[in-house]
């Protein structure tokens, strides 16, 4: 048996890995796969992958491919979901702000550096015309740090994936004020560039297991009624989610990455391009 750790955020978009370890179709194949939740998300999935703590990441495409350029010894296998992440923004319910355009100036709460809700945040501003040098960040890790820093004002917005904070919206701790989805397919796998040299058939046949998964996930029986119950989801918010979310079994292509190298780079999150050769698996 053969073990491959692997790690991504603990949200819907992650169940079909859920179910092929529940289902024992990995150990069937000899692989021992174990998943680590981790909440706070991208820079942290980096950051693992940097250090050796996992061997495969499912990430946001931006975070990662940002990482890679920065020198993470790691390779996107392929695409996970094709659809955009539709990142909503959030404010505080008794805050002040009403509007988008009152958000200007003021300070974005952060999973951490690096993370998509910081690379998000860069992308909003530009799309409402802000200068993104002006930009301020509050690091709060998680969801829970987000409702403390919210309530408490020492930030002023926060954005994250609009269904799995919706409850908070629901409950009246948050306000979505504006949604921003990302120009590009949200989730990437990404495996550190060791293990691909020295296992790359263990890789190739958990691609072959999770893909075959996805490939059906909309069409198991009652999977919205499943998803509702684990992620605490109004079964009307989870039957929304999966009319909107496309999930991928390809590669990422190079006209892909160049989008999001370019925005990258006009936005100053990264300072020089990566080849299609040292990001993406070949």
Known sequence: ????????????????????????????????????????????????????????????????????????????????????????????????????????????????????????????AHNQGWKTENLQFEIINTIEGAVEALTAGTADYFMWERFMTKPLVDKGIFRRIGDCPTPWPCFVIAVRNEILETQPEIIKTILDIINQTTEEFKEIPSIDKTLSSRYNQKIEDIQEWLSLTEWSQKSLDNKTLNNVQNQLLELSIIDKKGTFADIVQI
């Open 1 to 124: 048996m053969k073990t491959i750790k692997i790690a991504g955020v603990p949200e819907h978009f992650n169940l079909p890995w859920h179910l092929c370890i529940e289902n024992e179709e990995f150990e069937a194949q000899n692989i021992d796969l174990q998943w680590t939740d981790v909440p706070e998300g991208t820079g942290k999935l980096c950051q693992m992958l940097r250090n050796g703590e996992t061997d495969i990441a499912v990430i946001l495409t931006e975070g990662i491919i940002k990482d890679i350029v920065s020198g993470n010894p790691s390779k996107i296998v392929q695409v996970y979901v094709q659809s955009p992440l539709i990142w909503g923004i959030h404010v505080g319910a008794a805050s002040k702000y009403k509007t988008l355009s009152d958000l200007q100036g003021t300070k974005a709460a952060i999973s951490r550096i690096g993370s998509g809700s910081q690379l998000m945040a860069y992308v909003n």
